[in-house]
């Protein structure tokens, strides 16, 4: 079994920084697509960033030149560092990989609560 589990959320000034990481463990896998999505209070998950295997990355409108998902695939880890940050970035961060282990399978990190104060 893989299980993603994400550290480096907290609480954040507007204007301030945090840097996410989020680390899948197990055996047997590749690590292909991941990715971060978030969840703000009374809203649906929306997608944060993507990051290919070899490094292709995309961007929510929202985040562009704000955001930037990186990945250690030596780790099989990815990272969100999250620089400028705005009270509505306020949401539970949520890792996911796309992870082949004989098949291809989805798995979610249990997700890290980003508040930002203004």
């Known amino acids: 079994q893989v299980q993603l589990v994400e550290s480096g959320g907290g609480l954040v000034q507007a204007g301030g920084s945090l840097r996410l990481s989020c680390a899948a463990s197990?055996?047997?896998?590749?690590?292909?697509?991941m990715a971060w999505h978030r969840q703000a209070p009374g809203k649906e998950r929306e997608l944060v960033a993507t990051?290919?295997?070899?490094?292709?990355?995309n961007y929510a409108d929202s985040v562009k030149g704000r955001f930037t998902i990186s990945r250690d695939n030596a780790k099989n880890t990815v990272y969100l560092q999250m620089n400028s940050l705005k009270p509505e970035d306020t949401a539970v961060y949520y890792c996911?990989?796309?992870?082949?282990?004989?098949?291809?399978?989805?798995?979610w990190g249990q997700g890290t609560l980003v508040t930002v104060s203004s």
């Open positions: 996911y990989a796309r992870v082949y282990r004989g098949r291809y399978v989805e798995v």
């Open positions: 990051i290919t295997f070899a490094g292709t990355t």
């Open positions: 197990g055996s047997g896998f590749v690590a292909n697509d």
